[in-house]
């Protein structure tokens, strides 16, 4: 097989609910104002972007706006990938990690509507949150991501979840923290 690997994946989705929210629902965004914020990678704009940052919702918060916003991305992704041959004439297939890849294109991607700035780094992993925008705790973060569909991503897909080494104490945290992993596999996550 050969894998087209999305990297960013939050990132775009993040940059869709702010663009409903400002620009299509509230209508205290204009298109204009939004172009050229992104464009002078929010030098100046800096109220526009804390807005963009910190007032939108975020995917990784079990918020099914948003999270709808992430199957819908993802069922387009997968429909165009699926949609091309590779050189040995088989269908491509999707893939959403990074690996490194998020650290490496920061540059090479401008400004994004979710208040990211052009040096910023992109959200790491692949279906992971961007960085910090995960209010809700993991388990939130695990059901935003167990709604999409993984079959849509054969290729794999790449959960990061950070914790502080105390989550892992004594017996009964190693069993909370088991019991977490084992029903996102449940509700058909497949990497964490």
Request: with cysteine; proline share 3%; glycine share 8%.
């Given at each position: 097989?050969s894998?087209?690997?999305?990297?960013?994946?939050?990132?775009v989705?993040?940059?869709?609910a702010s663009?409903?929210?400002?620009?299509?629902?509230q209508?205290?965004?204009?298109?204009?104002?939004?172009?050229?914020?992104?464009?002078?990678?929010?030098?100046?704009h800096?109220?526009l972007?804390?807005?963009?940052?910190?007032r939108?919702?975020?995917?990784g918060?079990?918020?099914?706006?948003?999270?709808?916003l992430?199957?819908?991305?993802l069922a387009?992704?997968s429909?165009e990938?699926n949609?091309?041959?590779?050189?040995?004439?088989?269908?491509?297939?999707?893939?959403l990690?990074?690996?490194?890849c998020?650290i490496?294109?920061?540059?090479?991607?401008g400004?994004?509507?979710?208040?990211?700035?052009?040096?910023?780094?992109?959200?790491?992993?692949?279906?992971s949150?961007?960085?910090?925008?995960?209010?809700?705790g993991?388990?939130?973060?695990?059901k935003?991501?167990?709604k999409?569909?993984?079959?849509?991503?054969?290729?794999?897909?790449?959960?990061?979840?950070?914790?502080?080494?105390?989550?892992f104490?004594?017996?009964l945290?190693?069993?909370?923290?088991?019991?977490?992993?084992?029903?996102?596999?449940?509700?058909?996550?497949?990497?964490?």
């Amino acid at each position: 097989t050969s894998t087209i690997n999305v990297v960013g994946f939050a990132n775009v989705v993040d940059s869709f609910a702010s663009i409903r929210l400002f620009v299509y629902e509230q209508k205290n965004i204009s298109w204009p104002q939004l172009r050229r914020a992104l464009r002078d990678d929010f030098e100046g704009h800096e109220a526009l972007r804390q807005m963009l940052l910190n007032r939108a919702p975020k995917f990784g918060n079990d918020n099914d706006d948003v999270d709808s916003l992430a199957e819908d991305l993802l069922a387009r992704i997968s429909r165009e990938i699926n949609r091309h041959a590779n050189m040995r004439g088989t269908q491509y297939t999707v893939a959403l990690y990074s690996i490194a890849c998020h650290i490496l294109l920061a540059d090479k991607v401008g400004a994004t509507p979710d208040g990211r700035r052009r040096s910023m780094l992109l959200a790491d992993g692949g279906v992971s949150c961007a960085q910090g925008r995960d209010k809700q705790g993991p388990t939130a973060v695990l059901k935003s991501v167990a709604k999409l569909d993984h079959q849509k991503m054969p290729g794999g897909a790449l959960l990061n979840l950070r914790f502080t080494p105390s989550i892992f104490g004594g017996r009964l945290g190693l069993e909370n923290v088991a019991s977490m992993v084992e029903t996102f596999f449940s509700a058909g996550g497949q990497h964490v």
